[in-house]
Every structure is written in C-alpha cells, then in structure tokens.
Nanobody, 119 residues
Framework: QLQASGGGLVQAGGSLRLSCQAS????????MGWFRQVPGKEREFVAA????????YYTDSVKGRFTISRVNAKNTVYLQMNSLKLEDTAVYYC??????????????WGQGTLVTVSS
C-alpha cells in the first residue's frame, strides 16, 4: 500500500512537498517513482530513486526544481517541488517497482494527490 499526500493549491513560484508513505512493502527494496497525470493525457514520469538510493532520475521539465528523496526509517518517499509552474498542475502518483521512467515497470501505485498551481 502506498499513501500519497501533500498536494494542494499553490501559487506559481511556490513550493510543495509530497509524501508517499508505504505499508506492507519496504521502500528501500524497490525503485520508487513519482508520476503525474492530467485528465485526457497519459501518465507522465516525473522522478525516480533507485532501490539503493544511489541514483535519481528526473524528467527534463522538472530538473533543478524537484527533488526526490527517501527516509528509510519512515518508509516514506518525498517529492520536494520548488518554483512550481502552471504546467505542473496534475494528479501526482507514487509507485514502487523495478524501473525508472516507464510506468509499466511499476507494480504498486498510490491513490494520487492533486497539485494545483495557480497564477
């Protein structure tokens, strides 16, 4: 089970931190990813962290603004989002699996948390 939280309404240029609390699985044994989806569009890769925690991956549009991290003791993965833009508005999902940017490589998904960026 993955429980995503932390979404909300924020002005452009602001920040949010999303959390993904895992239960029944250990985040340090999975590659963990964040994806986002806008109605009518395909689910888009945002960021991922390898199971060892040594490697992180980002889609180009969020590089330098978003940071994925993990706290093993809390079995939680985070997505710190800074300098938010209108185009970051989406439902954000966390996922656990064996992969990086391909959503088909992920086996477990959270329920999603809505991020709305306003002008």
């Amino acid at each position: 089970q993955l429980q995503a939280s932390g979404g909300g309404l924020v002005q452009a240029g602001g920040s949010l931190r999303l959390s993904c609390q895992a239960s029944g699985l250990t985040v340090s044994t999975y590659d963990m990813g964040w994806f986002r989806q806008v109605p009518g569009k395909e689910r888009e890769f945002v960021a991922a962290i390898s199971w060892r925690g040594r490697s992180t991956y980002y889609t180009d549009s969020v590089k330098g603004r978003f940071t994925i991290s993990r706290v093993n003791a809390k079995n939680t993965v985070y997505l710190q989002m800074n300098s938010l833009k209108l185009e970051d508005t989406a439902v954000y999902y966390c996922a656990a699996g064996r992969g990086t940017s391909d959503h088909r490589q992920y086996d477990y998904w959270g329920q999603g948390t809505l991020v709305t960026v306003s002008s």
